[in-house]
């Protein structure tokens, strides 16, 4: 049957195959091929789909002829000639498109021509026995049999498939890490402390609710990452999170910012613009840094949250609203309120649902958890095979007091994991403000060098006296000096050699 095909057909395969084996990127590639197929073949328009298993799917990935759009195309499993082409593994050809109604022509690309000239064939692209994609032409109808035209285009969607395959794989890949990205590996709020237990039950209680939360808690002890798990355990996850961060923008933009504006609202205000709660639909509005946000605009936040409607800047009509409001703070609000700087009235309204989050230094072994879990991440993150933290390091990491919280632990955590050598945290790779314990008043700098090299030697030493099980003339030999120095060096850091006799060295 190919036979009957012109002798350009052969020139195509023979160049696609060529191309295929250039190396060049896949859309490029593709791409290539569409141009070459409408060239030899006659072809007017191309269109190569995948088939993404994880959304139940098919995206049209490249297209040629087609003017390019906005929005993606997209069929679902069974939609239309590519979408029934997907599910039954099997092509379809269409001798004119003005016959056949199942045709939907999402493209549009078809809307301006006259159909009864058009011919159309669609044949999937299988890899080890999978549909994984769809190679679509259309061409100028002739009235005549579109067999050999199939078995042509199922040469070239054989052609095709590894790659079209590899490409499924990659894109389904990407949407992973963008999950992964947003939840944390496992959705993760890594805690044991009694009072993480009672911040993980009430997340429970109000996230499938539309109350208002109000997150409170110092700088950097999870509050961001609460109001996200909130949004993500809600029956609206699938709508849009939007943040505002109260404190940084300019007390005269964030009624703008938070309910929109109508054009010539303000100096400035050029275009008509929407708001926040206008972005969340049905979503979550996070509002970030509440106790920031200035009295005048306290009144109309109020007012949202009481009537669930408001206006944008300069008028116009009622807008109602029907996003959940989560509000995050590190200052007392309380306070606030008794100095005049917060409404007692919002607060109130605000405060339906509280969670408060406990700073770090009262978490007790929790910081280990963390530390351990972080090191894991930063680990994966760097490449580097990261073991351990050493009992210097791990000494330090309690008894500091952490005035960052989980953020100053993460980034201390991440630094020594940029410095390590030997996938081993060790103490001495810690920033200086924790070597000052207890985290005084920051020493000076000859000071804390000194603390340093000590924090290092008195490291070197246990290492070596876990290797050798305690035995110091051993260890003064691993460390190439001697025993002398050892022992005093040993009773001055106030090391117990005898713990290690017993320590075996994996
Ligand atoms: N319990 C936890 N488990 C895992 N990661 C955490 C935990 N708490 C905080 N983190 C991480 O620590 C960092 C700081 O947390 P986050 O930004 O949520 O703090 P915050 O309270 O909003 O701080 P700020 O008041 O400065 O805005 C983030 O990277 C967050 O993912
Ligand atoms: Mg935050």
Known sequence: MLTELPQTYFRAIEKISRLLTEGEEFKTTMYSIL?????????KRGMISLYRRD????HVDITYGIPKRESPIYYRLGEGITGQVVVSGRPVAIPRLDKEPLFLDRSGARREIDRSTLAFICVPIKYAGE?????????????????SEVSFLEIIANMLAPRVHARRIQEENVKLREAIDRHGPLGTIVGNAKSMRLVAEQINQVADSQSTVLITGETGTGKGLIAE???????????????????AIPENLVESELFGHQKGAFTGAVEQRIGKFEMAGKGTIFLDEIGELPLASQVKLLRVLEDREFERIGGGKTIRTEARVIAAT???????????????????????FPIHLPPLRERGADIILLADYFVQRLGEKLGKKIT???????????SYHWPGNVRELQNCLERAALLTTDGIIHGYLLPPSLQAGGGESPADSADSFQRMVQAYESTLI????KKVKGNQTKAAKVLGT??????????????????YSGIRVS
Not at 35 to 43: F, N, W, Y
Not at 131 to 147: I, M, Q
Not at 332 to 351: I, N, P, T, W
């Open 35 to 43: 141009v070459r197929l409408a060239r030899q073949t006659g072809m």
């Open 55 to 58: 959304l139940e799917e098919i």
């Open 131 to 147: 549909t994984v994609g769809a190679l679509s032409v259309d061409r100028a109808a002739k009235g005549e049999n579109l067999k």
């Open 229 to 247: 798990e909130i949004h993500y355990r809600s029956r609206h996850r699938d709508e849009p999170l939007v943040r505002l961060n109260c404190g």
């Open 330 to 352: 590190n200052r007392e609000l309380e306070k606030e309120v008794a100095d005049g700087r917060f409404r007692s009235d919002l607060y109130y309204r605000l405060s339906v």
């Open 388 to 398: 351990r933290i050493d009992s210097s390091a791990l000494d330090l990491l309690i």
């Open 462 to 465: 246990i290492e070596a006296l």
């Open 482 to 499: 001697t025993k002398r120095i050892i022992q005093y060096k040993i009773s001055r850091y106030n090391i117990d050699y005898r713990k």
